[in-house]
């Protein structure tokens, strides 16, 4: 029984995985068209957990992305929304905003979103 039961609790791990990345790409995929001006990322609506997964990755990927296209700058929309749905205070506003501090990546606070500027 308990082989029985650790085989159901992988099973719903990896359905979980599987939608949380199911997750992501419709994330990404909705706000990146050719017609942007720059990359848009679009965390409203996510849990903070979900969030602190998610956007470390994502930032990593963007900062490699840039190094190696040799561009002198490129610019990042990090939609997180206002908070004012959020139970409580708002989480996700503020976790992006400290991650970006710690980072020490240059930012524009623009209301329910961040404008990150990648420069050499």
Known sequence: MKEFINYKLERLNEEK???????????INKNN???????????HGLTLKLAKI????????????FIKSKKRQHRLRVITGKGINSPGAPVLKPYVEQ???N????YEDDD???VVIFKE
């Open 17 to 27: 995985n599987i939608e949380e990345a199911n997750v992501i790409d419709t994330i």
């Open 33 to 43: 068209k050719k017609e942007n001006m720059y990359k848009i990322i679009n965390l």
């Open 54 to 65: 998610f956007f470390p990755k994502y930032m990593d990927e963007r900062i490699s992305e």
């Open 99 to 101: 991650y970006l501090i």
């Open 103 to 106: 980072a020490r990546m240059e």
């Open 112 to 114: 329910g979103s961040y």
